[in-house]
Protein backbone atom coordinates (compact mmCIF):
# COMPACT_ATOMS: atom_id res chain seq x y z
CA UNK A 1 0.00 0.00 0.00
CA UNK A 2 1.27 3.24 -0.95
CA UNK A 3 0.10 7.00 0.52
CA UNK A 4 0.02 9.62 -1.68
CA UNK A 5 -0.71 13.06 -1.50
CA UNK A 6 -1.91 15.78 -3.93
CA UNK A 7 -2.55 19.20 -4.32
CA UNK A 8 -5.11 21.42 -5.70
CA UNK A 9 -7.05 19.34 -8.22
CA UNK A 10 -9.57 22.25 -8.95
CA UNK A 11 -11.38 20.35 -11.46
CA UNK A 12 -8.64 19.69 -13.68
CA UNK A 13 -10.05 16.13 -14.35
CA UNK A 14 -8.16 14.79 -17.10
CA UNK A 15 -4.38 16.13 -15.77
CA UNK A 16 -5.36 14.30 -12.13
CA UNK A 17 -6.52 11.24 -14.24
CA UNK A 18 -3.14 11.50 -16.25
CA UNK A 19 -1.35 11.67 -12.48
CA UNK A 20 -3.03 8.74 -11.12
CA UNK A 21 -2.38 6.65 -14.42
CA UNK A 22 1.39 7.62 -13.71
CA UNK A 23 1.88 6.94 -10.10
CA UNK A 24 -0.30 3.53 -10.81
CA UNK A 25 -2.69 4.49 -8.04
CA UNK A 26 -4.74 1.32 -6.85
CA UNK A 27 -7.58 2.76 -5.73
CA UNK A 28 -8.18 -0.63 -3.61
CA UNK A 29 -4.58 -0.86 -1.87
CA UNK A 30 -3.28 2.53 -1.84
CA UNK A 31 -4.36 6.08 -0.29
CA UNK A 32 -4.60 9.50 -1.62
CA UNK A 33 -4.52 12.70 0.86
CA UNK A 34 -6.23 15.32 -1.30
CA UNK A 35 -5.18 18.91 -0.11
CA UNK A 36 -8.46 20.07 -0.84
CA UNK A 37 -9.70 22.72 -3.69
CA UNK A 38 -10.92 19.57 -5.62
CA UNK A 39 -13.25 22.05 -7.39
CA UNK A 40 -13.62 25.59 -9.88
CA UNK A 41 -11.89 27.25 -12.09
CA UNK A 42 -11.53 24.10 -13.91
CA UNK A 43 -13.19 22.30 -16.82
CA UNK A 44 -14.80 18.96 -15.15
CA UNK A 45 -15.22 19.41 -11.51
CA UNK A 46 -18.25 16.68 -11.52
CA UNK A 47 -16.02 13.50 -12.50
CA UNK A 48 -13.29 14.71 -9.99
CA UNK A 49 -15.70 14.85 -7.21
CA UNK A 50 -17.50 11.39 -7.99
CA UNK A 51 -13.99 9.64 -8.11
CA UNK A 52 -12.91 11.30 -5.02
CA UNK A 53 -15.67 9.95 -3.01
CA UNK A 54 -15.64 6.57 -4.70
CA UNK A 55 -12.02 5.75 -3.12
CA UNK A 56 -14.47 5.65 0.57
CA UNK A 57 -11.80 5.15 3.11
CA UNK A 58 -8.85 5.26 0.56
CA UNK A 59 -9.02 8.77 0.03
CA UNK A 60 -7.98 11.34 3.15
CA UNK A 61 -9.77 14.68 2.11
CA UNK A 62 -9.62 18.32 3.31
CA UNK A 63 -11.74 21.29 2.43
CA UNK A 64 -10.45 24.05 0.66
CA UNK A 65 -12.02 27.60 0.23
CA UNK A 66 -13.32 26.24 -3.46
CA UNK A 67 -14.70 23.60 -2.07
CA UNK A 68 -16.65 25.52 0.62
CA UNK A 69 -17.70 27.93 -1.70
CA UNK A 70 -19.40 25.36 -3.73
CA UNK A 71 -21.49 24.23 -0.81
CA UNK A 72 -22.25 28.13 -0.17
CA UNK A 73 -23.56 28.76 -3.84
CA UNK A 74 -25.76 25.19 -3.55
CA UNK A 75 -27.24 26.98 -0.34
CA UNK A 76 -27.69 30.41 -1.75
CA UNK A 77 -25.45 31.98 0.20
CA UNK A 78 -23.18 33.21 -2.43
CA UNK A 79 -23.97 34.10 -6.33
CA UNK A 80 -21.72 32.01 -8.77
CA UNK A 81 -19.05 34.76 -10.04
CA UNK A 82 -18.38 34.69 -13.51
CA UNK A 83 -14.87 32.84 -12.91
CA UNK A 84 -16.43 30.18 -11.17
CA UNK A 85 -17.08 26.52 -13.11
CA UNK A 86 -19.44 24.82 -10.88
CA UNK A 87 -22.39 24.87 -12.81
CA UNK A 88 -21.90 21.27 -13.64
CA UNK A 89 -21.84 19.62 -9.93
CA UNK A 90 -24.97 22.10 -8.90
CA UNK A 91 -26.75 20.94 -11.78
CA UNK A 92 -25.92 16.88 -11.59
CA UNK A 93 -28.61 14.57 -10.73
CA UNK A 94 -26.17 13.09 -8.18
CA UNK A 95 -25.44 16.89 -7.09
CA UNK A 96 -27.31 16.44 -3.41
CA UNK A 97 -25.64 13.28 -2.60
CA UNK A 98 -22.25 14.52 -3.64
CA UNK A 99 -22.72 17.92 -1.29
CA UNK A 100 -23.52 15.71 1.65
CA UNK A 101 -20.25 13.94 1.36
CA UNK A 102 -18.53 16.95 0.92
CA UNK A 103 -20.00 18.43 4.11
CA UNK A 104 -19.04 15.35 6.07
CA UNK A 105 -15.34 16.07 5.25
CA UNK A 106 -12.65 17.95 7.44
CA UNK A 107 -10.33 20.81 7.67
CA UNK A 108 -7.47 18.39 8.93
CA UNK A 109 -6.36 15.22 8.05
CA UNK A 110 -3.90 13.68 10.30
CA UNK A 111 -1.39 10.57 11.35
CA UNK A 112 1.56 9.70 13.35
CA UNK A 113 3.41 11.73 11.00
CA UNK A 114 1.57 14.14 8.93
CA UNK A 115 -0.69 16.56 9.33
CA UNK A 116 -2.75 18.19 6.44
CA UNK A 117 -4.95 21.18 5.74
CA UNK A 118 -5.47 23.03 2.99
CA UNK A 119 -3.73 26.44 3.54
CA UNK A 120 -1.66 25.17 6.48
CA UNK A 121 -1.45 25.82 9.97
CA UNK A 122 -1.01 28.61 11.88
CA UNK A 123 1.97 29.20 14.30
CA UNK A 124 -0.29 30.51 17.25
CA UNK A 125 -1.87 27.02 17.52
CA UNK A 126 -0.76 23.98 19.10
CA UNK A 127 -0.82 20.61 17.04
CA UNK A 128 -3.59 19.55 19.26
CA UNK A 129 -4.88 22.64 19.61
CA UNK A 130 -5.67 22.98 15.78
CA UNK A 131 -7.25 20.12 15.76
CA UNK A 132 -9.73 21.07 18.07
CA UNK A 133 -10.46 24.11 16.09
CA UNK A 134 -11.06 22.32 12.60
CA UNK A 135 -13.66 20.30 14.19
CA UNK A 136 -15.60 23.13 15.35
CA UNK A 137 -16.34 23.87 11.77
CA UNK A 138 -16.44 20.10 10.73
CA UNK A 139 -19.49 19.54 13.62
CA UNK A 140 -21.13 23.58 12.47
CA UNK A 141 -21.16 21.87 8.63
CA UNK A 142 -22.83 17.92 9.69
CA UNK A 143 -25.02 20.17 11.86
CA UNK A 144 -28.60 20.62 9.82
CA UNK A 145 -29.41 23.41 12.33
CA UNK A 146 -26.54 25.34 12.09
CA UNK A 147 -24.79 24.67 8.71
CA UNK A 148 -26.90 27.32 6.32
CA UNK A 149 -26.72 30.08 8.95
CA UNK A 150 -22.49 29.16 8.96
CA UNK A 151 -22.48 29.58 5.11
CA UNK A 152 -24.19 33.07 5.11
CA UNK A 153 -21.75 33.97 7.41
CA UNK A 154 -18.50 32.64 5.99
CA UNK A 155 -17.19 35.23 3.83
CA UNK A 156 -15.20 37.69 4.81
CA UNK A 157 -11.21 38.82 6.31
CA UNK A 158 -12.95 40.40 9.52
CA UNK A 159 -11.75 39.67 12.89
CA UNK A 160 -7.84 39.34 11.31
CA UNK A 161 -6.67 37.66 14.55
CA UNK A 162 -8.00 34.69 16.45
CA UNK A 163 -9.02 35.59 19.88
CA UNK A 164 -10.34 32.67 22.43
CA UNK A 165 -13.62 35.07 23.34
CA UNK A 166 -14.66 34.51 19.69
CA UNK A 167 -18.02 32.57 19.85
CA UNK A 168 -20.36 31.67 16.88
CA UNK A 169 -20.42 31.89 13.16
CA UNK A 170 -17.78 34.79 13.86
CA UNK A 171 -15.12 32.36 15.52
CA UNK A 172 -15.96 29.56 12.86
CA UNK A 173 -15.23 32.73 10.13
CA UNK A 174 -11.89 32.80 11.54
CA UNK A 175 -10.86 29.70 12.13
CA UNK A 176 -11.96 28.34 8.21
CA UNK A 177 -10.25 31.62 7.37
CA UNK A 178 -6.69 30.15 9.10
CA UNK A 179 -6.97 26.70 7.79
CA UNK A 180 -8.23 27.52 3.98
CA UNK A 181 -7.47 30.85 3.38
CA UNK A 182 -3.91 31.70 5.04
CA UNK A 183 -0.93 33.03 3.61
CA UNK A 184 0.66 35.71 4.95
CA UNK A 185 0.47 35.81 9.02
CA UNK A 186 2.50 38.62 11.45
CA UNK A 187 4.35 37.04 14.73
CA UNK A 188 1.16 37.65 16.99
CA UNK A 189 -1.20 35.75 14.47
CA UNK A 190 -3.46 38.45 12.66
CA UNK A 191 -3.84 37.25 8.60
CA UNK A 192 -3.66 39.53 5.58
CA UNK A 193 -5.80 38.17 3.35
CA UNK A 194 -5.49 40.42 0.32
CA UNK A 195 -2.34 39.88 -0.81
CA UNK A 196 -1.61 36.27 -2.84
CA UNK A 197 1.51 36.25 -4.59
CA UNK A 198 4.92 34.65 -3.48
CA UNK A 199 6.25 34.29 -0.58
CA UNK A 200 8.65 37.31 -1.43
CA UNK A 201 5.72 39.94 -1.62
CA UNK A 202 4.88 39.84 2.10
CA UNK A 203 3.57 43.12 3.39
CA UNK A 204 5.46 44.97 5.82
CA UNK A 205 5.27 43.25 9.28
CA UNK A 206 4.12 39.97 7.92
CA UNK A 207 5.30 36.68 6.56
CA UNK A 208 4.46 33.50 5.12
CA UNK A 209 2.75 31.45 7.82
CA UNK A 210 5.58 28.61 6.76
CA UNK A 211 8.73 30.63 8.12
CA UNK A 212 7.39 31.03 11.53
CA UNK A 213 7.26 27.29 12.24
CA UNK A 214 9.34 25.99 14.82
CA UNK A 215 9.99 22.16 14.68
CA UNK A 216 6.87 20.11 15.25
CA UNK A 217 6.45 16.00 15.63
CA UNK A 218 4.26 16.22 12.20
CA UNK A 219 5.27 17.18 8.83
CA UNK A 220 2.67 19.82 7.55
CA UNK A 221 1.11 18.99 3.60
CA UNK A 222 -0.75 21.85 2.27
CA UNK A 223 -1.94 23.04 -0.78
CA UNK A 224 -3.58 26.74 -1.78
CA UNK A 225 -0.42 28.99 -2.77
CA UNK A 226 0.15 28.19 -6.23
CA UNK A 227 2.59 31.12 -6.74
CA UNK A 228 4.83 29.33 -4.10
CA UNK A 229 5.61 26.56 -7.06
CA UNK A 230 5.60 24.06 -4.25
CA UNK A 231 8.70 25.35 -2.63
CA UNK A 232 9.05 26.36 0.87
CA UNK A 233 12.41 25.37 2.00
CA UNK A 234 11.50 23.40 5.07
CA UNK A 235 11.98 19.94 5.12
CA UNK A 236 9.20 19.11 7.13
CA UNK A 237 6.44 21.63 5.19
CA UNK A 238 5.18 20.32 1.88
CA UNK A 239 3.52 22.73 -0.53
CA UNK A 240 1.44 20.75 -3.48
CA UNK A 241 -0.25 23.43 -4.91
CA UNK A 242 1.58 23.33 -8.34
CA UNK A 243 -0.81 25.82 -10.75
CA UNK A 244 -2.39 22.98 -12.39
CA UNK A 245 -5.45 24.62 -13.48
CA UNK A 246 -3.36 28.26 -13.90
CA UNK A 247 -1.41 25.59 -16.45
CA UNK A 248 0.88 24.62 -14.02
CA UNK A 249 1.24 21.30 -13.17
CA UNK A 250 -0.56 18.30 -10.95
CA UNK A 251 1.85 16.92 -7.96
CA UNK A 252 1.42 13.92 -5.92
CA UNK A 253 3.65 13.04 -3.49
CA UNK A 254 4.24 9.45 -2.20
CA UNK A 255 4.76 10.16 1.72
CA UNK A 256 7.00 6.80 2.29
CA UNK A 257 9.85 8.43 0.13
CA UNK A 258 9.28 11.91 -0.46
CA UNK A 259 9.33 11.46 -4.02
CA UNK A 260 7.36 13.89 -6.41
CA UNK A 261 5.78 13.38 -9.67
CA UNK A 262 3.93 15.56 -11.53
CA UNK A 263 1.85 15.91 -14.98
CA UNK A 264 1.65 18.75 -17.10
CA UNK A 265 -1.64 20.65 -17.17
CA UNK A 266 -1.63 20.15 -21.38
Avoid at 142 to 166: I, Q, T, V
Wanted: aromatic share 10%; with cysteine; glycine share 8%.
Amino acid sequence: MTEWAIGDIQGCAKPFFRLLERIQFNPTADTLWVAGDMVNRGPDNLSVLRFIKSLGPQARVVLGNHDLHLLATAEGARKLSPKDTLHDVIAADDSDELLHWLRQQPLIQHNNQFVMSHAGLPHIWPTERAFALAEEVACCLKDNARYRSFLFEMYGNEPSAWHNSLTGNTRLRVITNYFTRMRFISATGELNLTVKESAGSAPQGFSPWFQHHATRSHDILFGHWAALEGETGRNNIHALDTGCVWGGKLTAINLATGKRTSEPAN
